[in-house]
């Protein structure tokens, strides 16, 4: 059973910065996808980015080149560094794993596991 953990969550303004993380435990797979989804106030929850045992990684429109997502594997930890944060960044973010290692972002289909999730603000 793996279990994932979100933290990092909080309030920033309009343009700055902030670091979410994700600890994973009890997973035993070679190849795996991870990713990072977020839910805002009334809306669908959405895929912001994603990440593969390999390392490929792909990211929604809205974020390329503000938001890059990683993992380090001594600390079993996912990250989602976010920059240039905007106020419909607001959300609450959680972190997911399938064992399904091709999932990244696709439509259609819906990760196995997920954490509680954590909130982020960004005011403008």
């Known amino acids: 059973q793996v279990q994932l953990a979100e933290s990092g969550g909080g309030s920033v303004q309009a343009g700055g910065s902030l670091r979410v993380s994700c600890a994973v435990s009890?997973?035993?797979?070679?190849?795996?996808?991870m990713a990072w989804f977020r839910q805002a106030p009334g809306k669908e929850r959405e895929g912001v980015a994603s990440?593969?045992?390999?390392?490929?990684?792909s990211y929604r429109d809205s974020v390329k080149g503000r938001f890059t997502i990683s993992i380090d594997h001594a600390k079993n930890t996912l990250y989602l560094q976010m920059s240039s944060l905007k106020p419909e960044d607001t959300g609450m973010y959680y972190c997911a794993h399938d064992e399904r290692w091709w999932l990244q972002l696709m439509t259609g289909y819906n990760y196995k596991d997920w954490g509680q999730g954590t909130h982020v603000i960004v005011s403008s």
């Open positions: 009890g997973y035993k797979d070679n190849r795996y996808c």
């Open positions: 990440i593969d045992s390999d390392g490929r990684t």
